[in-house]
C-alpha cells in the first residue's frame, strides 16, 4: 500500500514521522457513455458562453462568484494562490476529546496512518496512551491542497485511524423536519421491541454487497454476449396498494417469520406522550 503522503503527527512538543494510507477503496464503476441510439456515436459536450452561444476556449474560462443576481466577481489564478494553505504533511493535533461527544453526522472518510523510519516508539507511545484514556485526538490537517480537514485521531488495529470531518456548519439543522407524534399501545411497543431482538445479528460488513452494481454489471455482459439484443426483463413487483395499516398485524406476521411467537396481547392503553428531544 502506497502512501498518500509521508509527514508527522505533532502534539505538544512531539514529532511522530508517520505516513497517510486511505482507509477505504471505490469498487470499480460501470462507467457508461451517453451515445446516439442510431449509430452509437458518442455525444460530446462543448463550453458555450450563455451570452451568445458561441463556444469558449479553454484559456479563456476563468471561474466567478455571483454576489447578487447575474452579477458576478472573476477570480484569478492568482486569488487562488493567496488563499491557498499549503499542505505541510502535518497531523496537528488541537485537543483530546471522548469519541462519543462527536455527533456521529461529522464522520466523514477514514485514512489510516503507520509510523515511518524512527517514529515507532513514538508512535506507540501515543496509540496506547488514547487506548489507555479512551480519548480521540482532534487535528488540523491537509491531505490534498487547498482544502484543510478537521479530524479525529484514534487507535484501530494497532494503528491510527485519521477520520476526516464536516465542519459544524455543514451540518443540516434537523429542526428543519417535524418529529412525528403518535400514540402507541404497550402491546405494538412490546412486539416491535420482540421482533428487533430476533433479528439482532453481530455486524458482519463483508456479508453486505452491492447489488444493483452486480446486476447491471451482469445485464451488461448478457448484451455483450447476445451482440446488443433486449435481454428478458424479470417480473416486476406488484405497486402497493394505499391502505391503512394494521400494525399489530404486520408485526405478528413479521415475528412468524422469524420463528418467535406472537406476543400476548395486553390491554389497549395508550401511554403518556414523550416530549420530543
Do not use: C
Not at 455525444?43 to 454576489?67: Q, S
Not at 480537514?149 to 451540518?171: I, S, Y
Not at 391502505?243 to 395508550?270: C, E, F, H, N, Y
Amino acid at each position: 500500500m502506497k502512501p498518500l503522503w509521508k509527514g508527522a503527527i505533532s502534539f505538544g512538543l512531539v514529532n511522530i514521522p508517520v505516513g497517510l494510507y486511505s482507509a477505504t477503496q471505490r469498487t470499480r464503476t460501470i462507467d457508461l457513455t451517453l451515445l446516439r441510439d442510431s449509430d452509437h456515436s458518442r455525444i460530446r459536450y462543448k463550453k458555450v458562453a450563455e451570452a451568445d452561444g458561441r463556444e469558449v476556449p479553454l484559456e479563456h474560462i476563468v471561474k466567478g462568484y455571483e454576489y447578487e443576481r447575474n452579477r458576478y466577481v472573476a477570480l484569478s489564478r492568482e486569488d487562488f494562490a493567496r488563499v491557498q494553505i499549503k499542505s505541510n504533511q502535518l497531523v496537528d493535533i488541537q485537543e483530546f476529546v471522548q469519541s462519543s461527544d462527536i455527533d456521529p453526522r461529522l464522520y466523514d472518510t477514514p485514512y489510516f496512518l503507520a509510523p515511518e523510519k524512527g517514529g515507532d516508539k513514538a508512535f506507540v507511545l501515543l496509540r496506547q496512551a488514547l487506548e489507555q484514556t479512551g480519548l480521540a485526538g482532534v487535528a488540523k490537517v491537509v491531505i490534498r491542497p487547498p482544502r484543510e480537514h478537521l479530524a479525529l485521531l484514534k487507535p484501530l488495529d494497532g494503528l491510527l485511524l485519521l477520520q476526516t470531518l464536516h465542519f459544524a456548519d455543514e451540518l443540516r439543522n434537523s429542526a428543519e423536519l417535524r418529529p412525528p407524534q403518535a400514540e402507541l399501545a404497550n402491546q405494538e411497543l412490546d412486539m416491535a421491541v420482540s421482533l428487533i431482538n430476533t433479528m439482532t445479528a453481530k455486524w458482519k460488513p463483508g456479508e453486505f454487497h452491492d447489488e444493483y452494481r452486480a446486476a447491471l454489471l451482469q445485464l451488461v455482459e448478457e448484451k455483450v454476449r447476445t451482440g446488443g439484443k433486449a435481454v428478458r426483463a424479470p417480473k416486476a413487483a406488484p405497486a402497493a396498494k394505499g391502505q391503512i395499516i394494521d400494525l399489530v398485524d404486520l408485526l405478528q406476521q413479521s415475528l412468524g417469520k422469524t420463528g418467535q411467537a406472537p406476543a400476548r396481547k395486553a390491554p389497549r392503553r395508550s401511554p403518556p406522550r414523550r416530549k420530543a428531544a
